[in-house]
């Protein structure tokens, strides 16, 4: 995307920073339509005024959600702070899109399980894990086999959300399916190391700190894609994980064969795991633990998806 030197600077300032390239290539876009709304002028020439301007912008004519123009802003606050650094301070005439309070839809067990069931073997297993496990999309695909622990039936989350790692449950129902697919990685694992393959992807930073990881099979992803692509910032031909848009057109499929009328997404799974733990009685503290949520204010909002205020409540009447 990137074709100035300008941006591409800007795109090897967050690689040493090693943000992921899903969040280097938003904020390029992002950058690069600041730049368009000002008549393509230099953004060192550009001050808070043009800032502004551009939020405001997105927010009265281009309508966006208050997530994009926080996406947008944290852009541009990043392009002042690391290349100009140059601390930005929002005019008060800043008009801000307006968040939408909203309660996350969830899925009964019944219809989680009947989505589920319409999936081929692969995805199952895939959306078995987002609901089991209460695991985010991203967090999924990035899954090393590494990263399951079935002594402990545990799932070992690598820079989550924010940057942090943290651990969730392995439901056991799963353990077999896992075990399997782990078998499929491995075959496919030694057709890449007879043909003179087998790297899997690494961050930069892993690469160099673990040169000889890069084959090794417990660093392959549980989830590999068909075909070994060149990596993005190495350029070498590795392996790299499974692309999120095979996720959503399985999952399109299976709701609509489901006739489940709710809107789901991949994310809908976690929301759903976090109720169905309430529900079933967990302290919300755990729930809180087992989705690396900060504030527990983030994790109370499923108490009102479920109608309660703490988990295991009933109305006196009910008793």
């Given at each position: 995307m990137a074709s100035s030197p300008f941006l591409e600077d800007i795109r090897k300032l967050m690689r040493t920073k090693h943000y992921s390239?899903?969040?280097?290539?938003?904020?390029?876009?992002w950058i690069k339509r600041f730049i368009l709304f000002n008549q393509k002028r230099h953004p060192k020439d550009l001050s808070e005024q043009e800032v502004t301007a551009f939020l405001t912008h997105l927010a009265v004519d281009r309508h966006v959600t208050s997530s994009t123009q926080n996406i947008a802003l944290c852009a541009i606050v990043f392009m002042y702070k690391h290349v100009f650094e140059r601390e930005l301070t929002l005019l008060p005439d800043t008009v801000r899109a307006r968040a939408p309070k909203r309660v996350p839809t969830v899925l009964s067990h019944d219809e989680a399980m009947n989505v589920i069931s319409q999936m081929s073997e692969k995805y199952r297993l895939m959306f078995s894990l987002l609901y089991?496990?209460?695991l985010r999309k991203s967090e999924l695909l990035k899954l090393r086999i590494k990263d399951i622990d079935f002594a402990s039936k545990s799932v070992f989350v690598f820079r989550g959300k924010g940057g942090k790692d943290r651990v969730t449950m392995l439901p056991n129902k799963l353990l077999p399916p896992i075990k399997d697919q782990i078998e499929k990685v491995r075959h496919i694992h030694q057709k890449d190391m007879t043909e003179g393959g087998g790297e899997t992807s690494l961050p930069a930073s892993l690469a160099r700190k673990y040169p000889y990881a890069i084959k090794e099979f417990k660093w392959q992803y549980l989830f590999p894609s068909t075909n070994r692509c060149l990596h993005p910032v190495d350029s070498?031909?590795?392996?790299?994980?499974?692309?999120?848009?095979?996720?959503?057109?399985?999952?399109?499929?299976?709701?609509?064969a489901s006739k489940v009328t709710k809107h789901v997404t991949a994310h809908t799974f976690r929301h759903s795991f976090a109720t169905q733990l309430l529900l079933s009685g967990a302290d919300i503290r755990t729930v809180q633990e087992l989705l690396g949520h900060n504030d527990l204010r983030t994790t109370q909002i499923?108490?009102?998806?479920?109608?309660?205020?703490?988990?295991?409540?009933?109305?006196?009447?009910d008793r």
């Open positions: 390239i899903q969040t280097e290539k938003t904020y390029l876009v089991g496990c209460g070498y031909y590795c392996r790299h994980h499974l692309h999120w848009t095979s996720l959503t057109k399985a999952l399109r499929k299976a709701v609509k499923y108490t009102h998806v479920i109608g309660q205020h703490s988990s295991g409540t009933i109305s006196p009447m």
